[in-house]
């Protein structure tokens, strides 16, 4: 099975920008919607973003409209998420995956956003 191989997180303060990378193996990523998912402690995994290579379409979550962008790079198999005005309750893993969430979860990565 396929597992992506999310990184770039970190402690940010409030106001500050991360850029998160996902990266995937196979021939997933030419036909499948990536979205980037977060939790936060006590609460459930929700989508932050999501992009189709076919053609180019992006959503966002309410939340993170006019801050964050999801971009990808087919040539790399890789999806980013440009994050930016970063607030406190954006603090969560985030993780990637299919919209169907098709492949395993990987290990995700830690964003902290606090002054």
């Known amino acids: 099975q396929l597992q992506p191989v999310e990184s770039g997180g970190g402690l940010v303060q409030p106001g500050g920008s991360l850029r998160l990378t996902c990266e995937v193996t196979?021939?997933?990523?030419?036909?499948?919607?990536m979205v980037w998912y977060r939790q936060a402690p006590g609460k459930q995994r929700e989508m932050v973003a999501s992009i189709d290579n076919t053609p180019t379409s992006t959503i966002y979550a309410d939340s993170v409209k006019g801050r964050f962008a999801i971009s990808s790079d087919a040539a790399k198999n890789t999806v980013y998420l440009q994050m930016d005005n970063l607030k406190p309750e954006d603090t969560a893993v985030y993780y990637c995956?299919?919209?169907?969430?098709?492949?395993?979860w990987g290990q995700g990565t830690q964003v902290t956003v606090s002054s």
């Open positions: 995956n299919t919209e169907y969430q098709s492949l395993l």
């Open positions: 196979g021939a997933i990523f030419s036909i499948a919607r």
